[in-house]
């Protein structure tokens, strides 16, 4: 799977290929917009993150020629400035999802995941880990071939550490990716806490082991499979 | 913007005008018919008193020439003896036979010599009375007050209009004032005053036209510098927290944790206030009729775990309500306050909503509360139970844009109430 970043402040560039390399994600990136449209020109990806703000042009305009030179690819926005409108903008323009700076690691490989998935590229909609498959088309999960009835939230949060599962999913991190911005992290804290333990009972009654793994004060990581 | 008028609504300056004129011309007119009424009475006396004496001086005239009196209907009577050195006037009351009243006469009394006799003669002439004079006295007032009235009512107030015209003008430009549209021009008028002022107001809203775009700017860039920065902070601790265990002392764990939470607060208090700035400025603007009940119902259902979890019934009462608003802020306005009631409810309680076409009305219990919940609809009050400010104050301000009442009471110690009135 082929990334290609487009992000012109470098530090952030290289925290943000960190986490995708250690997601195992293949990455490329440009710091300027005409070393992205070269870059477009001449190789091909799977997923394109592109930065609005760009010193020599607009991450919009890259949108456009990506779209014209690879539209099988999926395209992810990432900006600072202005969510609402260039939301707007960049998803008209063909973009496949955004993502609103500063956002956590976490999420943006689960949004990466979640475009392959929609995109096909990967040919496969199931995810396996240990005894536990998710089937994302029907948003079901199976736990050794037996159905999990699973809340909304408790599968949402499962499909999050599946998708990371090398990564320490902060609290902050797991309140954002189930209400966005319409919760303030420090009162979802306690709704984290009780969803996460309903998860843990429900598949251990199914017969799975502890899927996850608390790191005190900070979050939880998912467990290896067993 | 939503200003608080103080108890009793201000007075329209004309009006005001007219009314203190006439308050103040009320004692003048008392005053005039006092001076007036004097005035008569005296004019009346010393004009008798100039035509008895022009009577005495006649008789006299005649008497020395003639030695005798002359045949005269204006001598009242002949008193024998001198009664007096010289001449004198008096007042008296002489029984009218006519209509039985007493009626006020002037006399005038001097020593007259003929026949080497000695006589007072007594002449008199009738005063106006009282009530004459009162009345006369009367029409004029009544005169002199109906033309200054009409004067006040009328004519004051068109030629006031007048001379204030541009002042009326300057003041509806600058009611239509806003920052992001083009300057209005204020007239050119021929009263010094206004022009000066309109000058004032010129430099001031260039200024004010001016600062806000520096601030819009600033919050621009700060807002972009700053995320990317926070977004910074946070990949490079997250990316340090997913080190493989044991690498980092659990010390330095805690550390970034503490790094990383507040990085991610801070965006989250920024982005709050971003929204915030962005409404008061009328960013959202794409207007519609908008449904709040399917709003109100898709918040709920997205509040719909929580609602359970913390075991709170719901009870709803929801009827149809179209209101014209930016369909975003509608999706702002109602998570905002379900999250609200839902946030500060107690285990086990309940959120009780009514929706009707007029109104919102939103009951939850929550804790005990000393605080003036008005207070609480401002930024960054702290309730008991955190910081309530900045949801409440998103409320406010969509209300306040469209024009909606917004009230917020506490009831029975522990009842929170929400009321919204759509206009």
Redesign the interface.
């Known amino acids: 799977m082929k990334i290609h970043i487009t992000e012109d402040?470098s530090?952030?560039l290289s925290?943000?290929r960190?986490?995708l390399l250690?997601a195992d994600f293949f990455c490329d990136a440009s710091t300027c917009f005409e070393h992205a449209v070269e870059k477009i020109m001449l190789y091909s990806y799977d997923v394109f993150l592109v930065d609005i703000?760009l010193p020599d042009g607009s991450g919009l305009d890259l949108v456009e020629r990506i779209k014209e030179n690879h539209p099988q690819s999926g395209i992810i926005i990432i900006s600072?400035?202005?969510?609402?409108h260039q939301k707007i903008e960049g998803l008209d323009m063909g973009a496949d999802d955004y993502i609103?700076?500063?956002?956590?690691?976490?999420e943006l490989i689960a949004r990466v995941h979640a475009l392959f998935r929609r995109k096909k590229l990967d040919g496969s909609s199931s995810i396996k880990h240990g005894f536990i498959e998710v089937e994302t088309r029907k948003r079901e999960v199976m736990i050794k071939n037996r159905p999990v009835d699973l809340?909304?939230?408790e599968y949402d949060i499962l499909l999050f550490f599946l998708a990371n599962p090398?990564?320490?999913l902060?609290r902050?991190?797991i309140a954002?990716h189930i209400w966005g911005?319409?919760?303030?992290?420090?009162?979802s804290f306690d709704?984290i806490y009780?969803?996460i333990k309903n998860l843990r009972k429900k598949m251990i009654g199914s017969g799975a082991a502890d899927p996850l793994k608390s790191?005190?004060?900070?979050?939880y990581k998912l467990n290896p499979p067993d | 913007m939503a200003s608080k008028q103080k108890k009793g609504n201000p007075q329209n300056l004309l009006s005001m005008f007219s009314r203190s004129m006439i308050i103040y011309l009320l004692p003048v007119i008392i005053l005039s018919s006092v001076f007036g009424y004097f005035m008569i009475k005296y004019i009346s006396s010393s004009e008798v008193n100039e035509f008895l004496t022009y009577e005495m001086e006649r008789i006299v005239d005649y008497s020395n020439v003639y030695n005798d009196l002359p045949q005269y209907q204006m001598v009242a009577a002949i008193l024998d003896g001198k009664h007096a050195e010289h001449p004198f006037f008096r007042d008296t009351l002489i029984l009218e036979t006519g209509d039985m009243e007493m009626a006020p006469y002037r006399e005038l009394l001097f020593p007259i010599e003929f026949d080497d006799n000695e006589y007072t003669i007594v002449l008199r002439h009738l005063l106006l009375d009282r009530e004459s004079v009162i009345k006369a006295t009367l029409v004029v007032t009544t005169g002199l007050s109906l033309l200054v009235f009409i004067v006040v009512l009328v004519i004051f107030p068109l030629v006031a209009r007048r001379v204030w015209s541009p002042f009326y003008t300057s003041l509806n430009l600058l009611k239509s004032f806003h920052p992001e549209k083009p300057l209005p021009v204020l007239p050119k008028t021929k009263i010094a005053e206004f022009t000066e002022m309109n000058e004032s107001f010129d430099k001031l809203l260039n200024r004010i036209q001016f600062d806000y775009q520096k601030v819009q700017e600033f919050n621009d860039n700060t807002s972009h510098e700053m995320q990317t920065q926070l977004a910074i902070i946070k990949a490079t601790t997250e990316n340090m927290l997913s080190i493989d265990e044991g690498k980092i002392p659990l010390e330095s764990i805690e550390q970034i944790n503490r790094i990383h939470h507040s990085a991610s607060r801070l965006s989250q208090i920024q982005k709050s206030l971003l929204l915030l700035s962005r409404i008061g400025n009328h960013e959202f603007d794409n207007n519609q009729s908008v449904d709040l009940k399917i709003h109100m119902e898709s918040s709920l259902q997205f509040f719909d775990e929580m609602i359970q979890m913390r075991r709170i019934s719901l009870q709803t009462q929801l009827k149809e309500c179209k209101v014209m608003m930016d369909p975003g802020l509608a999706n702002v306005l109602m998570n905002n306050l379900v999250k609200n009631a839902v946030k500060h409810n107690l285990d086990n309680g309940f959120i009780s909503i009514t929706l009707h076409p007029q109104f919102l009305k939103i009951v939850n219990p929550g804790l005990k509360t000393n605080q003036d919940p008005e207070s609480l609809k401002h930024r960054f009050a702290k309730g008991n139970t955190g910081n309530r400010g900045i949801g409440l104050s998103i409320v406010d301000q969509i209300c306040s844009i469209y024009r909606f009442t917004f009230h917020y009471k506490v009831e029975k110690e522990n009842l929170h109430v929400f009321e919204i009135f759509f206009k």
């Open positions: 402040n530090n952030l925290e943000i960190k986490a250690s703000n600072a400035r202005d969510a609402i609103a700076k500063p956002f956590d690691m976490g809340t909304r939230s090398t990564r320490v902060t902050e991190a954002e911005d319409n919760m303030d992290m420090a009162d709704f009780s969803h790191v005190y004060g900070v979050g």
